[in-house]
């Protein structure tokens, strides 16, 4: 059986809200924001209506670069879009299509979500995939015969 063959959906998580900036927020704002939130992709509104993805490297550059007006014109538009409970294989084209590694979660044109290029691969692989030793640097983990600091 092939990927192709095996349908996955990405779940987005209802119990936690999407973060949005208005087109007017600041950059200090935004930055701010996705500081405290630990986001990476926080969508655009003007008006109700979406008008782009703000992305953490583009918003980080911008203040580097001095900018400190508004954030409208930092967003990146056309954002990729999915419809929600789109499968991995739909979602993951939009990702590429949209050339982001995020793809914002529309349910009847409202943003309900963010789909992650990390959440289709764990979609893909699925829930019966073993489970880790540790958690990723952690020391207890490693299976070291001794201590091995100089």
Not at 110 to 122: E, F
Not at 127 to 141: Q, T, V
Request: aromatic share 0%; proline share 7%; hydrophobic share 45%.
């Amino acid at each position: 059986m092939s990927v192709e063959d095996v349908r996955h959906e990405v779940v987005v998580d209802p119990s936690r809200p999407v973060q949005v900036v208005h087109d007017t927020t600041t950059v200090a704002e935004a930055l701010q924001l996705m500081h405290r939130s630990r986001l990476r992709h926080v969508p655009v509104v003007r008006r109700g209506h979406c008008i782009g993805v703000l992305v953490d490297v583009d918003l980080v550059a911008a203040a580097v670069d001095g900018v400190a007006g508004h954030v409208g014109p930092l967003a990146r538009h056309p954002a990729p879009t999915v419809a929600l409970g789109a499968d991995a294989a739909t979602t993951a084209r939009a990702i590429l299509a949209g050339g982001m590694d995020a793809a914002l979660v529309m349910d009847d044109g409202v943003v309900v979500g963010i789909v992650t290029a990390t959440d289709v691969l764990d979609g893909l692989a699925g829930s019966d995939r073993p489970a880790a030793a540790g958690e990723p640097g952690d020391p207890a983990a490693r299976d070291l015969p001794q201590d091995v600091r100089p």
